[in-house]
């Protein structure tokens, strides 16, 4: 129906696609499609539709696997993994050996695949540790409980789990908990219920939970061999990258403002810092998983990944002031541009060098090395500050005098409009000088986890 | 271990709370308190460190649940849910009925009990379709299947489990089904794996099926019933009060600020602001969740929801505004006395309209009506940027005149003493001019909301 009804949306089938029409027509002019559209049955326009549509998506869908093949590959890994794991299934010798419960396999697998390395650990290994509490303590819980008659026995386990359930399940309002322990909780909870209450009915408790926890093992086993050795996608590396690049698109855009401010040509990059503003929460969830991985690549088993979050802090508040400064630099007052030019040159300069230390910043990242002349170039962005000043304190004279106005009564009104029009400009001005502030910011977060991460001296060969 | 070796940060404990100390103190001077400590054992020790760390945390989710008794609620909601569900394994003439199925039904309820109405909603509904979908398929592949020979049937049930794992699993990066039925995803994988697979072992697999549906639709009842009629947390009216609230605040931090920046005191509203740029994810999610409630309170159920992600974006434009302009308020140079206390009083009438008109924004959401006033206040707002642009404009002569300078050759150096000296002034008069048209652009938003949702023309009776 929602296809039917949006087929006029659609790209109308041009007539090399048109075959067998209900009604033949026999003379295709070029602007006659849209009558001849209604030619054709309700029937061959749903299929048309229908078609269009489905080619869309599957245009949508390749982009996207063409983008990031490593979602494809994901996609296959998760695939064969649940082959593997259906083996034991099919294969009588493993089937005897692990029995009906070989169902709990098949469902770790699918629960606890995740895209990332460090989201399927946390998973497993939460599945892992909150089957094994859940269940010994509900084991505990059905011995207490199996000492009493029959009335006493019912009263206890399901007043047991009602306050497990209530109590753990408000625990995962703890930030702390939420966090690192969320799905463990659910699982806690899910196990202890289950074999709490399943204890009741089945006398080889202690039995059934022992192959249960095997089966698991082997589903957790399968699922994170699959993850980690083939293609693996590590939240570490993400997110290490993600900071990076959204470093490099901050350098960009800041120059791009700039530019655009003072030639008034529209640059495309200049729109880059929106990423940074908006990729909080896929560096805080990136970060929270990035702590369950096993060292890889250049990265340590307790590489500080919280760190990451500061410099992306660091980096919004940065781009804050370039989203200011963007807004301004399109306002509706318009600079004289006299002045502009005036001041263009400075501004330019303390962009580039801000932009420059940023780029500085993000190669160091990109190598793990500490920077042998960053605290040069922020020394060189200070300086242009310094310049951008004098510029703007030599303003208004230069102004007046390329005018040539001398001091006389007009003197007063020509100041008073200079400080109306020149409002942006200061505004773009001061701004500049408040980002170069940010990027001071950004260089202490960085070089805070060069030291925390141990980055190479600048030069050394990696 | 972690609480023993944390005692040393733990508040040392006072004369008082210590009770029966190892060996004997008995003289007590203060100051003493380091060296007592060592006095205690090391179990003791650790067992004070514990109790104090216990203590901290049992204050903590204390704290939590009486500031939002909600959460304490929840879990027993869950508690509560659980029970219930728990009374189908317990109760025998209910167990003859499900079966041993009914682990499903326990299992339903974890899962998909979620803190929201909409939540749960999304959960109980995706897999509620999911497991139709997914098992209906499943049995289709495995009649196929069972007209084959043996060996035909492995190789058609394991890869169509691996195409359709496959398959769903890269589907779930379209960010549209990522939103809505990214567990039903899940689900579809877990019941078709599931079902395919101990098809082949199991002969009365429809009958199976409609086992595991009714144990599951049973539990989502529960769980949906709980949900709803004991104190229901609705995503919806979260999110509209968050947006109010939201609202509210940047009305305060921005008067905070410009109160902040003319009287030089510390404000502590004025931080507000940092909640409205932090709460894009929380709002995303709760749109997102919101979408599936049906009507509740005043909102029916096509409410505008996504609408309120627009009023949440413009917030948090202007948002980003007074960040730049607290930085720029804290900015070292400052600008002269006589210029701010000229300024100050139409900065002041500025940002009052402003936050004005935003606290008539948020009172006009709170009561769903569209406000009358409003077009006035932005009116208003827009007359006191002019009443600020003409105090800019006379601002120069009458700092000149208190400083009762002619027009001589200092002048000259006075004017450009005052542009530098000005310009972080100039900054936050241009970035109040910049926040009023961004309140203009949250006006547009509620507005638009206004139409959508259909306020009561205002005056009229809730």
């Given amino acids: ?72 590959v994901h996609g296959f890994k998760v695939g064969f993994a649940l082959a593997v794991v259906s083996l034991f299934y099919y294969l009588r010798p493993l089937y005897d050996g692990v029995g009906g419960a070989a169902m709990w396999a098949v469902m770790t697998v699918v629960v606890i695949f995740e895209y990332t390395v460090g989201g399927s650990l946390y998973k497993g290994l939460n599945r892992a540790a909150a089957t094994l509490t859940g269940g010994g303590l509900a084991v505990g819980v059905h011995y207490i409980a199996s000492l009493t008659d029959e009335a006493w026995e019912l009263v206890i386990l399901n007043s047991s789990v009602f306050i497990l359930a209530s109590v753990v399940t408000f625990s995962r309002f703890v930030p702390a908990i939420k966090r690192r322990f969320d799905y463990g909780a659910t ?90 503003i908006n990729s909080k929460s896929s560096e805080d969830s990136l970060a929270n998983l990035a702590a369950w991985e096993p060292a890889h690549g250049p990265f340590g088993f307790r590489h500080p990944w919280s760190q990451y979050q500061q410099v992306g802090a660091a980096m919004r508040s940065c781009a804050y002031c370039i989203e ?32 420059g230390a940023l780029k500085e910043l993000s190669a160091c990242m990109a190598c793990m090395q500490s920077s042998e002349c960053l605290s040069d170039m922020v020394k060189e962005m200070k300086e242009a500050v310094e310049e951008v000043k004098s510029a703007l304190k030599s303003l208004p004279t230069q102004y007046n005098n390329e005018l040539g106005l001398e001091k006389d009564d007009d003197n007063m009104v020509m100041k008073r409009q200079s400080l109306m029009e020149s409002m942006p400009l200061v505004t773009v001005v001061s701004l500049l000088m408040e980002i170069s502030v940010k990027v001071e910011g950004v260089a202490e977060a960085v070089e805070k986890l060069g030291g925390l991460a141990e980055f190479k001296p600048s030069g050394s060969k990696f």
Same sequence: chains 1, 2.
């Fill in 1 to 72: 129906m929602a296809a039917a009804s949006k087929d006029t949306a659609m790209p109308l089938p041009t007539a090399s696609t048109m075959v067998a029409p209900e009604w033949r027509v026999t003379i295709m002019e070029e602007g006659s499609s849209v009558k001849m559209e209604h030619e054709f049955g309700p029937a061959r326009r749903a299929y048309l539709a229908v078609r269009a549509k489905v080619s869309t998506i599957v245009k949508m869908l390749w982009r996207m696997g063409a983008d990031d093949p490593r979602k494809v």
């Fill in 187 to 276: 699982i806690f909870i899910l196990t202890f219920s289950l074999v709490a209450v399943s204890g009741y009915r089945v006398d080889q408790l202690v039995n059934l939970a022992q192959q249960r926890l095997s089966t698991i093992a082997i589903g957790i086993s399968i699922c994170l061999m699959v993850c980690m050795l083939i293609c693996p996608v590590w939240a570490g590396s993400d997110l290490h990258y993600l900071i990076i690049r959204n470093m490099d698109k901050l350098a960009e855009s800041l120059e791009g403002c700039v530019e655009e401010y003072f030639s008034g040509k529209e640059a495309q990059k200049a729109r880059g810092y929106k990423c940074v």
């Fill in 324 to 355: 200011a400064l963007h807004s301004s630099s399109h306002s509706e007052i318009q600079a004289p541009e006299l002045m502009k030019r005036h001041l263009s040159e400075a501004c330019i300069k303390l962009s580039s060098k801000s932009s």
